[in-house]
């Protein structure tokens, strides 16, 4: 089992900044991607951005320009800098991890419990 523990949620006001953090444990062979999602009151939950383990990410069109994901391989921790924020960026964000416990063990999803972001004035 993976735990991902998730932190840096909160309020801010619209333009502001805020930095996720999400640290992986438990039985960890290896992560291949690691990734944050985010889901809004009556959405679907959506990708924001992505971070495989040779540092390629993928970022919603939504967000390109404004946030930057990065991860610490050696911490099995992932980041989000969130900058010029709106409040339609107004959701909890949940952190995903694809990990395997082994060489011959298949790659499984995990989620964090998920972070509140709140962008208002």
């Known amino acids: 089992q993976v735990q991902l523990v998730e932190s840096g949620g909160g309020l801010v006001q619209p333009g502001g900044s805020l930095r996720l953090s999400c640290a992986a444990s438990?039985?960890?062979?290896?992560?291949?991607?690691m990734g944050w999602y985010r889901q809004a009151p009556g959405k679907q939950r959506e990708l924001v951005a992505s971070?495989?383990?040779?540092?390629?990410?993928n970022s919603a069109d939504s967000v390109k320009g404004r946030f930057t994901i990065s991860r610490d391989n050696a911490k099995n921790t992932v980041y989000l800098q969130m900058n010029s924020l709106k409040p339609e960026d107004t959701a909890v964000y949940y952190c995903?991890?694809?990990?395997?416990?082994?060489?011959?063990?298949?790659?499984?999803?995990?989620w964090g419990q998920g972070t509140q972001v709140t962008v208002s004035s």
């Open positions: 995903h991890a694809l990990s395997r416990s082994g060489w011959y063990t298949k790659y499984e999803d995990y």
């Open positions: 438990g039985r960890i062979f290896d992560i291949n991607t």
């Open positions: 971070i495989n383990s040779g540092g390629s990410t």
